[in-house]
């Protein structure tokens, strides 16, 4: 791992038409209780009444975050801050859902039909990936127009990977886009990106797709910037609200993939 990044490092489906997660794992396993301190603020920026910032104001790069469902959680901004400190760049992370609040994490997994109705509701409006993609690109440009930022990488997990990859498609305003552990990976996406990817999908995820996806971004023009690697040891979400940075193996893999996204950003962004 990267010297300094261990240094800043611490310690379903309702009646309508809509996206089916089909991950058992994203609507199974519970986030993790966090007792760390995220270091950045909150902003009103663009359209947006709440945004997580950390790191400088002077870079002249940016990094994007698109949160899981939860939202705002600790593990996750924690993440952001390691990438900002390390990069020594500003990550900023969106309230997506904004009017409306994240999904629940107490009681999850819901294991009630009521419950159970009330996830795949949430999948199908509040965090519609096609909404939300148009919500993601409107602050990408947000950044680019306004003179914020002259490069801009994004990452995302869970059901934020597939509106992250859903953004990295044609005339986007990002230059690299990165994907953890997502939910409702498919292949066809990836046909339609636009710029360099990288892939960091754990044991829940299926095998078979990522070796597709892998193979897909080898052809392409700019493959040589991409990365990918398979957490076949990890479980759904060990890098964001699921995290659970108490076990020893969670946290090595956790330190793990950002060092990747850092590794991986600091090569695309150049």
């Not at 990069?87 to 629940?104: G, K, R, W």
């Not at 960091?200 to 392409?220: C, D, F, M």
């Amino acid at each position: 791992m990267i010297p300094r990044l261990r240094s800043v490092f611490r310690h379903i489906t309702p009646r309508r038409k809509m996206t089916t997660n089909t991950n058992v794992a994203c609507c199974t396993i519970p986030p993790v209780q966090s007792d760390y301190t995220p270091k950045g603020t909150f902003k009103n920026l663009g359209n947006f009444n709440k945004v997580y910032v950390t790191g400088p104001n002077s870079s002249t790069n940016a990094i994007v975050c698109v949160f899981d469902i939860f939202g705002f959680y600790p593990q996750t901004q924690q993440g952001a801050d390691i990438i900002a400190s390390t990069l020594n760049t500003t990550v900023y992370m969106p309230d997506f859902f904004d009017p409306e609040p994240p999904f629940p994490y107490d009681p999850f997994p819901p294991t009630t039909d009521e419950g159970k109705q009330s996830l795949g509701n949430f999948f199908a409006t509040t965090a519609s990936p096609p909404k939300t993609t148009a919500k993601l690109l409107e602050f990408g440009n947000f950044l680019k127009t306004n003179s914020i930022a002259s490069k801009i990488g994004v990452y995302g997990f869970c059901w934020g990977g597939k509106v992250t990859v859903l953004g990295g498609g044609e005339g986007t305003p990002f230059s690299a886009v990165s994907i953890i552990h997502p939910a409702m990976m498919s292949a066809e996406d990836y046909e339609k990106a636009t710029v360099p990817v990288a892939l960091y999908p754990s044991g829940h995820e299926p095998l078979e797709e990522y070796e597709t996806i892998v193979g897909i971004l080898a052809k392409k023009p700019y493959a040589s910037l991409c990365d990918h690697k398979y957490y076949k040891n990890m479980h759904h979400g060990f890098a964001a609200a699921r995290s659970d940075l108490k076990n020893a193996e969670n946290l090595k893999e956790f330190e793990d993939v950002y060092g990747k996204l850092v590794n991986f950003f600091k090569k695309a962004l150049e």
